[in-house]
């Protein structure tokens, strides 16, 4: 391939990932190539990447079972949910983490450095915007609110500061790990109320996030496209929405003019082109930064909007890089 109009966009995700279906289907209407590879699983049944780098430049092939693509003349990458690097099954406990590391660092490390290509988003740039310190401290300096926060693995801390709260406090994770409980159940983690009495010296094992409950009337979902911006107002009875998605409610909201600059400020901070912002709304309409996802879902949203996020994102892995 040769020219910027016929440079392909590149779609790094598994073969279950019916949202990456979605951009896809624009980007084929609008006549622009795309590969679509897993290369956590796809270079173990049939694909295959080399590299090769020199004084004069780099050069470099993916192939899959149906393309075959110069990584020179890849327009955009978009990172969405690939499968996680990991070798071939039947090989011996120390061989498969070799491998999967020599995976994760060569083949990942390849894909994070193709010239000229426009990242949405880029890799590293994901890895260093998931850190929920990082997020916090990066909303307090673009003008966010931000609900008083501690992380310690102090328990006379964590229970002095949960008792200071008037408002009460809650417990939020600091990544979301797998979790298994006694019998091998996987359990998910979700946001809720501590009690300052609950907090024990178990606390001390690893750090924890322990902030002020927001008096919040709803919550609010930002989907941030480069400089386009969708707000979804979600109502739940829940304190985390996303333990009951099917009993919340999402209706389309207008984003307030200094909310959406303080948007703009964190995404050029963190050198990001796509996040999806979670905010919580008081009763005299303040709007609380609770974290960031920068490869977030938003597919679940009402139709129109969802459509309108698509063709975002559509547009930016369309115009390739800005120069």
């Known amino acids: 391939m040769s020219g910027g109009r016929h440079r392909a966009v590149l779609v790094l995700t598994n073969p ?7 951009v896809v289907r624009i980007l084929a209407d609008r006549r622009v190539p795309v590969v679509r590879v897993d290369p956590g699983a796809d270079l173990h049944t049939g694909a295959s990447l080399s590299a090769t780098y020199r004084t004069n430049g780099q050069r470099g092939t993916l192939r899959t079972p149906s393309r075959e693509l110069d990584i020179t003349d890849v327009r955009s990458v978009w990172l969405r949910r690939p499968s996680p690097y990991e070798a071939p099954p039947g090989l011996a406990e120390h061989d498969a983490k070799f491998i999967s590391a020599q995976a994760f660092w060569g083949t990942g490390g390849i894909l994070a450095c193709l010239p000229g290509a426009h990242y949405v988003n880029h890799p590293w740039r994901i890895r260093n915007a998931e850190y929920k310190p990082a997020q916090l401290a990066a909303a307090a300096r673009c003008g966010f609110l931000v609900p008083d926060t501690v992380i310690t693995a102090d328990p006379n801390e964590a229970r002095d500061f949960c008792a200071y709260q008037p408002g009460g406090a809650v ?8 979790y298994r409980n006694a019998e091998g159940t996987a359990q998910q983690v979700w946001v809720r109320g501590v009690d300052p009495a609950e907090i024990t010296d178990a606390v001390s094992a690893c750090p924890h996030l322990f902030q002020a409950k927001v008096p919040k009337v709803f919550d609010v979902r930002v989907t941030a496209v480069g400089d386009r911006l969708f707000g979804v107002r979600i109502d739940s009875p829940d304190l985390d929405w996303r333990h009951r998605q099917d009993l919340m409610t999402c209706t389309p909201i ?9 948007v703009a400020a964190y995404l050029a901070k963190l050198d990001l082109v796509y996040g999806a912002f979670d905010f919580a709304v008081t009763p005299d309409g303040a709007w609380y930064f609770f974290e960031c996802n920068a490869n977030g879902q938003w597919a679940w949203q009402p139709a129109e909007t969802t459509a309108a996020i698509a063709d975002a994102l559509a547009d930016q892995l369309e115009k390739g890089p800005d120069t």
């Open 171 to 178: 417990y939020k994770p600091l990544w979301d790990s797998r």
């Open 254 to 262: 207008e984003i307030p003019g200094a909310v959406a600059r303080s």
């Open 16 to 22: 279950y990932d019916v949202t990456a279906d979605v």
